[in-house]
């Protein structure tokens, strides 16, 4: 009995992991890519998937994942004249107001509000400079080898080369990113209004131009920049997603990221029923041998 649950546990093992997995051809104009398996990061289609580039606005996910992780989202950000000052794309926060955090993360991740991103860092770690630390010591718990984090809005810095990610570390992130309700939540919304002590609404119109054109479309972070192009990190619509892709470099971007939701689903479909059928032999065989084994004792 023991060695067959070993056994079982090995296959199981192996099939998680993804020991073998056939790569797929899917046309993209991006210059990188790659999806995974949210759950355990089986590479399901790569596509230069190590080649440094900048991030853009989709360093806000890892924005997101610390300001989380180092401060309650109940608790209030004060809005600074540098982040007011911030150039666009910005939520219009007003100086000295107070915000929740549980607000200006759907800020970052909705609008893309750079003004927002500042904020965020400047009342956690000082400045903007120094909530960097955290992103980077962030990246490098979670393995993204190459990436390198300056600022908490992504914007360039005007140095060729400062700041800069893969799309497998990109994956990498969403993975993790994928575990907190607020991020997917706010990576699913078309629109949302926020409001601060001022009592102003602050109307968000989501940068994912692909929500409003299929209820099947990705939920995600898009980013753009000139050196960057079209970037973006997110997960096929669900609140408990299959997948995890993302995209560097890309000038069709609305094309791509359709493009690799729907192969992805179609992948992760076909490779969990391919597991669910070699299970289902594995079984049978396993009870066509027991019942061999008793006929011959009884025999």
């Not at 296959?11 to 020991?19: D, E, F, R, V």
């Not at 391919?274 to 027991?290: A, G, P």
Request: proline share 3%; glycine share 4%; hydrophobic share 40%.
């Amino acid at each position: 009995m023991r060695k067959k649950l070993y056994v079982i546990v090995v296959m199981l093992t192996l099939m998680a992991t993804g020991c073998v997995r056939e790569q797929v051809e899917i046309n993209i104009n991006a210059k990188c890519a790659i999806i995974e398996e949210r759950e355990n990061g089986l590479v399901l289609f790569e596509k230069n998937a190590d080649l440094r580039f900048p991030p853009a606005s989709t360093a806000k996910v890892m924005t997101a994942v610390v300001a989380i992780e180092n401060k309650d989202l109940d608790a209030d950000i004060i809005i600074s004249r540098d982040a007011v000052m911030t150039e666009p794309t910005v939520a219009g926060l007003n100086l000295g107001v107070r915000y929740k955090l549980g607000d200006l993360i759907p800020a970052i991740l909705v609008k893309s509000a750079n003004d927002a991103a500042v904020a965020i860092a400047e009342n956690i770690s000082g400045s903007e400079t120094a909530f960097a630390i955290l992103m980077n010591s962030k990246a490098k718990e979670l393995r993204m080898d190459n990436t390198y984090f300056v600022t908490a809005s992504g914007l360039p810095t005007g140095k060729k080369d400062e700041q800069y990610t893969t799309a497998r570390d990109l994956a990498i992130l969403m993975r993790y990113a994928a575990r907190y309700k607020v991020i997917l939540d706010a990576m699913s919304r078309k629109e949302m209004t926020i409001y601060g002590s001022d009592k102003k609404v602050i109307k968000l119109k989501t940068h994912n131009r692909a929500l409003f054109k299929s209820d099947s479309a990705p939920w995600g972070k898009t980013g753009y920049t000139k050196e960057a192009k079209r970037t973006f990190i997110g997960v096929d619509p669900s609140a408990s997603p299959k997948i995890v892709f993302s995209v560097l470099q890309s000038n069709t971007l609305w094309k791509d990221i359709t493009t690799l939701n729907e192969n992805g689903i179609m992948m992760y479909g076909q490779n969990h029923q391919n597991i669910l059928s070699s299970l289902v032999t594995w079984i049978k065989s396993q009870r066509q041998r027991t019942w061999k084994e008793i006929s011959t004792v009884i025999a």
